[in-house]
């Protein structure tokens, strides 16, 4: 395929277009001083237009000239004069050297300290020439001749709200759009819906205010925090919901900062933010040095619940401290209303997946008893749903209410989010649209347990596959999880959630249960825990909201067992040499142990599609003839992964074995994934003490068979057989 290839001057393209979309959609949100902006770089000669977006999109308020050389632009340097000319650039003043200093590499930190005659070690570290030029008077430091060639930018704050107007935000620049046109970022199809992410200019300019102080706080020290704490302008009233969520962020952020320089001032800041954190961190301080004032503002978030996981911790701080309650409410959930179940503790790193293999393993069981019994057979299904479900079923639902129907439903092409979620106000505005769409999950086709819902679901996702949308994520199975869903639970309990979220989507956006598991023919919802997890705020929310909406909810709590029925798959590769991405596969050998002992076998030998080194063949004793005539890894794919079904992957220092396979994989625009174990790590624990774990060592240590070492399958029977040996301690244990 051809690789796609930019125009010489795409940048000035990109510019256009920005400004294009900023004058069409965001001039009510233009102050003069972007107009201003706008009109001087339209009056600029063609080549100084050039120049001047060149130095746009430069990051930082300063750029050094001598690096602005472009062979498409004619007269760098004259176009570089003409911006000065006209006040988009300056130069450099003594005020100005601390920005300068805080860029320059350390080669010219030591020509800067040389030239003002001060004394230090060619072996320094460049932190401590930054210390000593900081020292330095920055007078004489701006006469350097370094100085010369940097410039100042003069419009900083304007290009920023610019940016911040069209991205909405403030991390993001015109290299979206090189990304877009290139491929590497899918951006949403423009629309007659997209506008301003703003009503008014107030709401937008208070919006990028607390966005600026968020974003400066970081760079930030002591000192200057409690300087910065003294502007009154910190404390100003949020204009719109936008730059209410900044500024509570931002309050947080700066009463975190504060806490251990003022406590005093850190309260007040948080005492000004609505962020649910911030509340709770009050609440807490509060109550060190103030009970009673603390209950206080504890009975007033309960009387008047805003946010669902504010009002979880003020019930469960109040019962915990004023009511004498030992536990809190999630580790009481976790005690009293969960289930236990023991999965093998190769899980540890992937314990839903060790859920979910527990429920498909449980199935031949389950069917020779029912089907010896007479009774239907019926399959158990396990799905990773977790976010995923309810937010494709909401996104789904409401697609044409969010992107097609809303005011100003989008900002530009390159902003996800409709607004009606960022604002979190669907419900609010379009209760009509919501409460119609929501009548399709209770009416049904005639004679079916498929609703109206289904169809129009699928219809939407036929048309608007792929199309980001900063709800949810595509993928292969969703509608057929939807359907599965839909299959399994009451309508009515649909529509009572969905409106919910639709009212609150920012409070059940996200903290569902990891599984949806299907038995019997009916559907629970399962959060799964490993020991020592507890539930996390968001989770039990989300949890008591679907329960509420009358779905079957429960927490399982793991305990690591062995399994014994679990199959393990000791797998060994041979190859063209390390693990890179050039190196092949030229041998395969599968050994299968299900409790403790070896059931099956198999290997192959794999054309490498390229030729065997001669060290390699040395070292193997496979021939480059011995690979000719050998199937393809593709060839042998669908065999291999029979056998390896519902298996473990181990092996002897498995990441080199398994980043093989992921590298075929790759190559066949496949994923690869399963659990792992590596013998060495497990004899290294349960064996202590040998002076190496290399295979032929261990083999040698304890006895074990090892007849042609560098083999596929002799090497992965002798893996097997020290797997065999850690099974057996581990029962014994």
Known sequence: MRSLVLPEKYYLDHFFEFIRFTESHCASLLLPEHLTFIRKFKRLPYNTQCMFVRVVNRKGPLIACSKFNYA????????????????????????????????????????????????????????????????????????????????????????????????????????????????VLKTRQKSPQQGPGFDCIEEAQSAFYFACQKQALALLDGQVLLELTDNAELKQRPIGSIATEYAAHFWYELGCALLAIDKEKALAFWQLSSHQ?????????????????????????????????????AFDFYQRKFNQKKLSVRTQRLREHSRKLYI???????????????????????????????????????????????????????????????????GSEFERRPRLVKENCLYEELSEQVESRLKLFTQYKNGSNTSFAMRYITQIASRYYGQPNGIFHW???????????????????????????????????DGYPDLMVIEDNQL???????????????QLVSIDALQSAGFDVGVCQVEWRYNPQQPYVVIDVETTGGCKPGHRITEIGAVKVINGKVV??????????????????????????????????????????????????????????????????????????????????????????????????????????????????????????LLIMVIEKKQVL
């Not at 009774?375 to 749903?385: P, S």
């Not at 309990?493 to 979220?501: D, F, I, S, T, Y």
């Open 277 to 313: 954190k911030a509340q709770e961190r009050l609440i807490r301080e509060i109550y060190k040095s103030d009970k009673a004032q603390a209950k206080f503002a504890l009975e007033a978030i309960l009387s008047a619940p805003k946010d669902d996981e504010l009002s979880l911790f």
């Open 344 to 410: 093998d503790e190769v899980y540890k790193d992937r314990v839903e997946l060790g859920v979910k293999r527990y429920y498909e393993d449980m199935q031949p069981n389950r069917a020779q008893d029912s089907c010896s019994s007479g009774d239907e057979c019926l399959a158990i299904l396990a799905y990773r749903t977790e976010n995923r479900l309810f937010r494709a079923l909401f996104g789904l639902t409401f697609w044409h209410e969010l992107f097609n129907e809303a005011t100003r439903a989008t």
């Open 600 to 721: 099956d076998s198999w290997s192959s030998l794999i054309n490498p599609q390229r030729r065997v080194p001669h060290f390699i063949t040395r070292l193997t004793g496979i021939s480059n003839e011995m690979v000719e005539d050998a199937p393809l890894f593709c060839e042998v794919l669908d065999t291999l992964e029979a056998f390896m079904q519902n298996g473990i992957f181990v092996a002897h220092n498995v990441n080199f074995d398994y980043g093989f396979f992921k590298l075929e994989y790759e190559r066949l625009d496949r994923t690869f994934s399963m659990p792992k174990l590596c013998t060495v790590r497990e004899m290294r624990k349960y064996y202590p003490g040998s002076k190496s774990y290399a295979l032929g060592k261990l083999t040698k240590e304890y006895g074990l068979s090892l007849d042609h070492h560098h083999r596929a399958l002799c090497d992965a029977k002798a893996a097997a057989e």
């Open 475 to 509: 993928h292969s199975d969703m509608l057929e999880i939807v359907g599965m869903f839909l299959q399994h639970v009451d309508g009515q309990w649909v529509v009572n959630h969905l409106r919910a979220m639709a009212k609150n989507y920012q409070g059940l956006k």
């Open 72 to 183: 498409e632009i004619e007269a760098c340097q004259t176009q570089l004069d003409i911006l000065q000319e006209l006040g988009i650039l300056r130069s450099l003043t003594f005020k100005d050297i601390p920005s300068l200093l805080s860029g320059l590499n350390k080669m010219q930190l030591a020509e800067l300290l040389s030239g003002s005659g001060i004394v230090f070690k060619k072996s320094a570290a460049k932190s401590e020439l930054f210390a000593l030029v900081c020292d330095a008077d920055p007078k004489h430091i701006a006469q350097h001749n370094i100085c010369s060639d940097f410039k100042i930018k003069t419009f900083v704050q304007e290009w920023q709200y610019l940016l911040f107007l069209f991205f909405g935000n403030l991390n993001s620049a015109l290299d979206k759009f090189s990304m877009r046109d290139l491929g």
């Open 524 to 538: 629970r919802f399962e959060e799964v825990k490993a020991p020592g997890d507890q539930l996390r705020a968001n």
